[in-house]
DNA sequence: TTACAAGTTCGAGCGCACTCTAAGTCAAGG
DNA sequence: CCTTGACTTAGAGTGCGCTCGAACTTGTAA
């Protein structure tokens, strides 16, 4: 598989796949004939996996590290099992975070069905920046 | 209250406060005596809620976009109702996606608990690579 | 009243994760 | 053979969301 077909079985660029390369998350692919790079599928599963990593907000650092273990072999596994355990409690706690946000912007939406106070305090501050927008104190918003 | 009190309030610096005020995320605050920013607590909910749509990833241009609908009163709220509901149901989405790289980590990290399959398919790459290297096609991977 | 902490503006700089350009090489179909 | 499109490298550029620095002014407690 060339860089191109691979391109698009991730729906990563040839470009991405190559920096990703540069950077040392994928491994040194072997240039078959002449330069050009040359894949097997099991490139597949790991690309796949860095997706699953990147989705959770994993930062390429994090990545790289594991990466990094990754190419030492079986004698790291337990250093690559803490890794992802200490990332998964991270995703966890985001996942609740998020659920708790989700709740207030349930209520948020609810009140515009419903107009009620929260207009009426959302609008205060909005006010005051109108009058100062008047008297000159303010600039109107730019796009 | 100065920006100093807001920022301890707020755990954003002075500095992502007046950049925010500049961008127009936040209105313009009132400038009391002199030079110098006067917020009352009411600022407190609406950064609160920005940072609620931070959390749940919202860009600044769509925050915007929400402050500019904000500021111009009442009659926005469809809008705003509207940006919301989009918003919410992104965020729902990115949960459940979320929600299956998790399933997908805690196989992962089972795997490496059993040491099994996993294991040998993961570091069939690796050895490519380590061969790229013996073989000085592949430089080692830095820091 | 003097010291110094906290405020001001403007603009430059940074870290991340790509993304693109330029200038060239190579491979496969007509 | 020739064209065309995919590939190569090194390095520069981009967009986001801050973050910081410089140079200066203002507020406050001893």
Redesign the interface.
Known sequence: MKIGDLARRTGLSTHTIRYYERI?LL??A??ASSQQREYDA??L??IE?LG?LK??GMPIRDK?RY??L??R??ET??D??IL??E??TR??T??A???A??A???T??AG??G?DMV?K??????????R??REG???P??D
Chains 1, 2 share one sequence.
């Open positions: 040392g491994p040194y072997s240039r099991s490139i599963v790991w996996f699953r989705t959770t790289l990466a990094r990754r190419e072999g079986p596994q337990e690559r099992r992802l355990e990332h998964r995703v966890r985001h996942i975070e998020l659920q946000c989700l207030v912007l349930d948020k939406i515009y069905a107009s207009e305090i959302d609008d205060a501050a909005t006010e005051r920046r109108k100062a927008v104190l303010a600039r918003l730019r």
